[in-house]
């Protein structure tokens, strides 16, 4: 309960008009990045970190959090109207969505994916605040040895666990840890993969190496694909929700959040699995309701647009958008590309993230989660009369738009340090993220290898050296081999769940094949 | 790039009319004109839909329904006609390139009111065809009807 006072505390920082404005600001531009495929709040929060500089921490991450969950409702506007999902989490929401949209009820869809997002997102930030002070008490006396098995856990799991092949998510880890390793050496002092270059020496920046690979991997993508064949969007009215509607959304939502959070809050979340958990629930519990003899108007609706596919899996994604924050207020351990980039806007100001985060600057951190639930409201409130509008930036033609992200993102790497080498490096990065999206290497591992690398060196070191180059202290403490065990129980039951899982999804997507087929004969 | 009208239609004796077409009342105000000049001197109806490609969505880009609906019109009129969906760095440009390869006696194209700041921005479709095209233009105003 005492959290709970904390949190109103925060709420009355959050609430002074500027820092609305910021949390307004920081909601409408995560929408607008949501809605349009290919942009994400990850890329946004970069090309915002030289701009926020200038603001005090707090009011940055105000408008980060709204950012963040902004970019998640805008990607479900997008999955519902396009059917083409801007992020892997939303595909489960595409699936039911768009037909929902085809059937004449995207107004429905819009209105459960918002208003099941914000429950679940006000769910979430509520769990956060109880369980992230929880964690860092436990996580403040965490040694090093523990700490390093945590961030391999971390990085193992992202790498392999999430994606499509654990071999290219490996390779695009190994590239991030490289890139971490840039520059002085923190103990020693003795410069690493500089090639004689004196600007490597200071390290890597991390707006540079972030905006390179987001923003300027992505436009140069873009720029190779120019011209693709329309995508037809359906035209939708104002969001609204039924009464029959509310009452078939309700209890797939907090179904979701359930799902969500803890996925998000383990140190390897990610939404995808629990929104595909989400989805296959809701649809067997809607297969069995049908079969029971009651609730007969539900029958295999699901293939034809069903409400509770989309209420969800919304709810688990943005669920798990929540549960995120525990693993990265407690214990300094981002797990998406979007935490590992707000991470390094904390390293920018000088705040060193980790378990002393929630006693060191314990108003910032409420603040945060109160301004989470603050933006999750604006969303609401915004978004449900904006969704007509919103759909209209898809009309944007791509070179007006990645001559702006080109132009937001040389002016921050330059901002950086006011030094024409990092325009080239930026071009170095862009290179190098358009080269993964060719060859479908993951850029989530990337990134989290270049933040987490350089701080898993330190723990690891930091328990070299107490040990004295003894690498046994890594499995010391019951702690780090409990976690060395878990981690190789995932990887061994990975195989498995891989199988089920693209097993259940062939299946589905086969049936919305023949649906299409279906659907065009008949035309 | 190019999407042809799936029956085939007889050449026209007297050469073709090109109509720059969309799916929008632009669009069918240039499709009337076109048809009505097309009857009046035996010819051709060459209906071009284009895009640049370069958004998510285009909705001047016609959905297949529209195509149908637009085919089903023209095999109305009797007249030979083909339907191409084309998608290029220039709307404008892949107008006149059908015309230049059917060697066209006139090009329709639906005027939309544009402010200067538009035009800066976007550039007008119908100012580079009345433009540069090589055959006579139409040029007409949704409202006007064909005489």
Known sequence: ?523 | MSEQDQEQTPPPADGWVVVAWTPDEFGDAALEHGIAWAREGGRGVAVVNGTRGDALVDERFAAPAGLADLAERLRGTGLPHVVRQEMGRDVAEQVLDVAAELSARLVVVGLRHRSPVGKLLMGSVAQRILLTAECPVLAVKPGERPA
């Open chain 1, 1 to 523: 309960m005492e959290n709970l006072g904390l949190l109103w505390d925060g709420l009355g920082a959050a609430l002074t008009p500027m820092n609305l404005l910021y949390a307004a600001v920081g909601v409408l531009l995560g929408t607008f990045v949501g809605v349009l495929p290919g942009i994400g709040p990850a890329m946004a929060i970069a090309l915002l970190l030289p701009v926020t500089f200038g603001l005090e921490p707090t009011q940055a991450f105000i408008m980060f959090a709204g950012l963040y969950y902004g970019g998640m409702y805008g990607g479900s506007t997008t999955s519902i109207l396009l059917n083409t999902p801007g992020e892997s989490a939303s595909v489960m929401t595409a699936l039911e969505g768009n037909r929902m949209a085809r059937a004449g009820r995207g107004a429905q869809a819009l209105a459960t994916a918002a208003v099941g997002s914000f429950v679940a997102g006000t769910i979430g930030t509520l769990l956060v605040a109880m369980f992230a002070p929880a964690l860092a008490d436990v996580a403040v006396e965490i040694g090093a040895p523990s700490y390093f098995a945590l961030m391999v856990l971390a990085l193992v799991m992202t790498a392999t666990v999430l994606g499509a092949s654990p071999l290219r998510g490996l390779l695009s880890l190994f590239v991030g840890l490289t890139i971490g390793l840039v520059g002085l050496d923190l103990n020693t002092g003795q410069p690493r993969l500089t090639f004689g270059v004196t600007q490597l020496v200071d390290r890597l920046d991390i707006v540079v190496v972030a905006v390179g690979i987001f923003a300027l991997g992505e436009a140069l993508w873009v720029a190779a694909h120019l011209r693709r064949k329309p995508a037809r969007v359906v035209p939708v009215g104002q969001p609204w929700l039924g009464r029959e509607d509310l009452r078939r959304s309700w209890r797939p939502w907090l179904r979701g959040t359930a799902f969500g959070f803890p996925f998000g809050a383990l140190p390897a979340g990610g939404a995808e699995l629990p929104t595909f958990l989400s989805y296959v629930t809701e649809r067997r519990l809607a297969k069995r309701s049908a079969t029971k003899g009651r609730g007969t108007e539900d029958e295999d609706e699901f293939g034809r647009g069903a409400i509770e596919g989309v209420a969800g899996p919304e709810a688990a994604n943005n669920a798990s958008a929540a549960g995120m924050l525990v693993p990265m207020l407690a214990l300094g351990l981002p797990v998406t590309a979007t935490a590992s980039v707000m991470l390094s806007a904390l390293q920018g100001y000088g705040i060193q993230p980790g378990p002393q985060l929630m006693t060191e600057h314990a108003d910032m951190v409420w603040t945060l989660l109160a301004s989470l639930l603050v933006g999750n409201l604006l969303l609401l409130v915004l978004n449900l009369p904006l969704a007509p509008l919103w759909a209209r930036l898809l009309r944007i033609p791509r070179p007006q738009l990645y001559a702006g992200i080109l132009f937001f993102a040389c002016l921050g790497a330059y901002a950086t340090n006011l030094d024409p080498f990092d325009i080239a490096l930026l071009l170095v990065f862009g290179l190098l993220g358009m080269a993964m999206r060719r060859f479908g290497l993951p850029v989530l591992p990337l990134i989290l290898g270049v933040i987490l690398g350089p701080l898993m060196e330190t723990k690891l070191r930091e328990a070299l050296t107490i040990s004295g180059g003894d690498p046994a202290i890594l499995w010391s403490e019951p702690l780090a081999v409990a976690i060395y065990a878990v981690l190789l129980l995932v990887l061994v039951t990975r195989p498995l769940l891989s199988r089920w899982r693209s097993r259940t999804e062939s299946r589905i997507v086969a049936e919305a094949e023949t649906e299409a087929v279906t659907e065009g004969s008949a035309r």
